[in-house]
């Protein structure tokens, strides 16, 4: 079974920086696309960066030159590097990714969440 499990949320001031990973474990044949979302409270869920396998990015408008995603490929790893942190920044982050299984072809798996909070 293919699990993604984030790590390194928690609370920030404004204008510090914070570091989110997330570890793809099971029977992983290989993993393309990555990247991580956030949900604030009464909102929808909104993209906030990918990353290719070969390493192209992409980012929302609100996060670019703040955020920087990142992988390692070895590990099966994601990393999201977040600076200037803003309050509106605050929400559940959660790591999704495109991954062919062993036995289950590709499908796109999502991490628990973490939580991110911006205050004072």
């Known amino acids: 079974q293919v699990r993604l499990v984030e790590s390194g949320g928690g609370l920030v001031q404004p204008g510090g920086s914070l570091g989110l990973s997330c570890a793809a474990s099971g029977s992983i044949l290989s993993i393309y696309a990555m990247g991580w979302y956030r949900q604030a409270p009464g909102k929808q869920r909104e993209l906030v960066a990918t990353i290719t396998s070969g390493g192209r990015t992409t980012y929302a408008d609100s996060v670019e030159g703040r955020f920087t995603i990142s992988r390692d490929n070895a590990k099966n790893t994601a990393y999201l590097q977040m600076n200037s942190l803003k309050p509106e920044d605050t929400a559940v982050y959660y790591c999704?990714?495109?991954?062919?299984?062993?036995?289950?072809?590709?499908?796109?798996?999502w991490g628990q969440g973490t939580q991110v909070t911006v205050s004072s």
């Open positions: 999704n990714a495109h991954i062919n299984a062993q036995y289950r072809g590709t499908s796109q798996y």
